[in-house]
Nanobody, 123 residues
Framework: VQLQASGGGLVQAGDSLRLSCAASGRTFSSYDMGWFRQPPGQEREFVGGITWSGGSTSYADSVKGRFTISRDNAKNTVYLQMNSLKPEDTAVYYC?????????????????WGQGTQVTVSS
């Protein structure tokens, strides 16, 4: 599976942005998907995850209620809708694929990673 993240950019605090992660390969629908981010000078952190069916999601406390993950298996794409953006959301955002049921939170469990897309939120 190859992943291509897109949709990042420079926005102001309070704005919204939607990231997309397009996957190649016929097995996309068999993977749970996660979004991670890496703020400047910090370690990569979990943002949220979604099961292969889209039936269950999980979010980091810092984004809960503001971010929403969804997926369209027919389009081999997973999305991260980000609302009410804050300057502390500034980071490079990565999508990643993990075998279904392996857990979302540990980046070491993820098998495939996209290249990252920069999100910058100005105050």
């Amino acid at each position: 599976v190859q992943l291509q993240a897109s949709g990042g950019g420079l926005v102001q605090a309070g704005d919204s942005l939607r990231l997309s992660c397009a996957a190649s390969g016929r097995t996309f629908s068999s993977y749970d998907m996660g979004w991670f981010r890496q703020p400047p000078g910090q370690e990569r952190e979990f943002v949220g995850g979604i099961t292969w069916s889209g039936g269950s999601t999980s979010y980091a406390d810092s984004v809960k209620g503001r971010f929403t993950i969804s997926r369209d298996n027919a389009k081999n794409t997973v999305y991260l809708q980000m609302n009410s953006l804050k300057p502390e959301d500034t980071a490079v955002y990565y999508c990643a694929a993990v075998s279904a049921g392996s857990g979302w939170y540990d980046p070491m469990r993820y098998r495939y990673w996209g290249q990252g897309t920069q999100v910058t939120v100005s105050s």
